[in-house]
């Protein structure tokens, strides 16, 4: 390598560790440990830690889809870190006029030392991740939310430890959300019951590899055989980003709001989680989610959280 472009290599990311980067892309992609060691280091800085690991150090996140916690507890996770962001709404950078993801990936690789993206296509997520010489980490995807989940699991464990006995029912769209709480299920080893309409069930492919690797998780289209005897109920919005609202769709799942009669076929102390924006009266009622089993609030706030955990193990 010649004088400029080994200087480029040497100070393009400034103090990036050597060998592959630590890319957080999806839950299923760790073992338990692992990520054990994630949300203790989320759980260390909830607890008081302060250092600032991240100084000097910068996070790009690019934006294909509206946001308001990501963006936020990402942001201000890496300032308490001791680092920077930088936010791009993919449309208005070249990524909207056609520039490939690949040579975004190249050229962001040598101004910032990770990246964080929310995209339409998980397809956009990998091919991000296979040529960016940083961390890359998965802000939702259309097949995913690993993020969201590390808090959901945060929020599970504060409330209901230990999560090995504990059963977790999924009651509506089986989407993004749902596959990582799939994920999730199998490598944290609680129950997971998701009730789906046929038409909007997990992808087969999910419910296969969590039975292959011993997980708990199975599916029904009875939502009441589901929440029986739960330790959390947990739904998402009907309509996810990109997808088209129609009646048919809320008629499908309909059937599967959480209400508070569904509610009371779960264990009396069980709590409610949402990842939020929530439609109340669709996929939840407000009695529901603004109601003592509730804990969306705290859920949200382990965003932050735990993403401290993911930011310091992807670039500590
Ligand atoms: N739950 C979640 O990811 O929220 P935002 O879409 O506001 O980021
Ligand atoms: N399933 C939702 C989650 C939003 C945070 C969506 O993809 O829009």
Sequence with gaps: MKGLARQAAVIGNQGAPSGPPRHFLDIDQFDSAAL????DLGFAYKNGRRDRPLAGKTLAMIFEKPSTRTRVSFEVAMRHLGGDTIFLDAADT???RGETVADTARVLSRYVDAIMIRTNESRKLEELAHHAAVPV???LTDASHPCQIMADVMTLQEKKAPLASRIVAWS???N????????????????LRLACPDELGPPQR?????????GRVRWTSEPLE???GADCVV????????????????????PYRVDEQLMAHAKPDAIFMHCLPVKRGEEVTAGVIDGPHSVVWDEAENRLHAQKGILAWCLG
């Design 36 to 39: 054990r060691g994630i949300l």
């Design 176 to 191: 993004n959300v749902a596959a990582s709480w799939i994920h999730a299920a199998v490598r944290f080893g609680f129950a």
């Design 94 to 96: 070249q990524l909207g």
């Design 235 to 254: 739904t998402d919005t009907w309509i996810s980003m990109g997808i088209t609202a129609s009646v048919n769709r809320h008629n499908q799942l309909a």
């Design 172 to 174: 509506g769209d089986a």
């Design 206 to 214: 999910l419910i296969d590899w969590a039975q292959q690797e011993g």
């Design 226 to 228: 589901a929440v029986a």
């Design 137 to 139: 980490i998965n802000g």
